[in-house]
């Protein structure tokens, strides 16, 4: 069975940080690709930042400059490291995979920023 659990949000100022980590239950996660997305209250999700198995990144505008997007293949485990977050930033954040066609997502984490 496939999981991919996300930890790491929670509550921070403006112009703090966190680190997300999405633990992923997942044959084959060398090979996926890996991502994070967001979704605020009455937005639709977005994609915050990807990273494939090559370890190829890209990012949203928003956050380009401020979040990096990382993977340990050892531990089956991505990361998104946060910076300078703004209050646009508040969101559950999911972590998602990929491969053949194939995607999966986790229960999502709440980043909240604010004053």
């Known amino acids: 069975q496939v999981q991919l659990v996300e930890s790491g949000g929670g509550l921070v100022q403006p112009g703090g940080s966190l680190r997300l980590t999405c633990a992923a239950s997942?044959?084959?996660?060398?090979?996926?690709?890996m991502a994070w997305y967001r979704q605020a209250p009455g937005k639709q999700r977005e994609l915050v930042a990807r990273?494939?198995?090559?370890?190829?990144?890209n990012y949203a505008d928003s956050v380009m400059g401020r979040f990096i997007i990382s993977r340990d293949n050892a531990k089956n485990t991505v990361y998104l490291q946060m910076n300078s977050l703004e209050l646009e930033d508040t969101a559950v954040y999911y972590c998602?995979?990929?491969?053949?066609?194939?995607?999966?997502w986790g229960q999502g984490t709440q980043v909240t920023v604010s004053l």
């Open positions: 997942l044959r084959g996660f060398s090979i996926s690709t």
């Open positions: 998602n995979s990929q491969k053949i066609g194939v995607q999966y």
């Open positions: 990273i494939t198995s090559g370890g190829s990144t």
